[in-house]
Structure formats: C-alpha cells, structure tokens
C-alpha cells in the first residue's frame, strides 16, 4: 500500500510564498517516475499544477514562472516552491503519484492566499 505524506501549507498574504513537500511511503521497491501536484478550489475541479516524470516536467499556464517543482534524486520526494502567490492560488494542494498504473492521491493540505 503506498501512502503520499504531505506538509507545508498555510496562510500567505499575496507576494508571499510557501513551500509544499509530499514524501511516498509504503512497499515501494523503485523509484517513482511521476510524481506532482494537483489543487482544488471552492467550487472548481481538480487541476494539474506542477508534475515530473521520467522524460519532462509540467507546469500549469497560470503558475509559469512562480513555482518550481522539485524532487531530490533517487528519493520518492517532490517539494513544489510557491513564489508570487495570488489569492487565486487558494485552494487544497494535493500530492499526486502513479505507480504500477495506479493513482495515488494525498490528504489534501490548504493554502490560503489573503490579506
């Protein structure tokens, strides 16, 4: 069973910025190709923020330029860096990973953008 731990998060004021990290645990014999993160505003669908894989990395249009998805090498880790944050980036931040052709999703943390 493979578990994603996620932390960071929290309230910003806009410009701020805030560091999200999501660690897979579980019986995980390799290192995972895909790893990212999605978010969930009220009242909106779940999207694609940032992803890695084994050939690219992918970024949403309205977070070019402000954040950066990292992983440390040959560790099932991947941190996103959030700078010049909106208030439009409030939402839920998911981890995301597939693995052996199976979604796997995070808790959830929120991030909130406000003055």
């Known amino acids: 069973q493979v578990q994603l731990v996620e932390s960071g998060g929290g309230f910003v004021q806009p410009g701020g910025s805030l560091r999200l990290s999501c660690a897979a645990t579980?019986?995980?014999?390799?290192?995972?190709?895909?790893m990212g993160w999605y978010r969930q505003a009220p009242g909106k669908q779940r999207e694609l923020v940032a992803e890695t894989t084994a050939r690219s990395i992918n970024y949403a249009n309205p977070v070019k330029g402000r954040f950066t998805i990292s992983r440390d090498s040959g560790e099932n880790t991947v941190d996103l860096h959030m700078h010049s944050l909106k208030p439009e980036d409030t939402a839920v931040y998911y981890c995301?990973?597939?693995?052996?052709?199976?979604?796997?999703w995070g808790k959830g943390t929120q991030v909130t953008v406000s003055s």
């Open positions: 995301h990973t597939i693995l052996t052709g199976q979604d796997y």
């Open positions: 579980g019986n995980i014999l390799l290192t995972i190709a895909t």
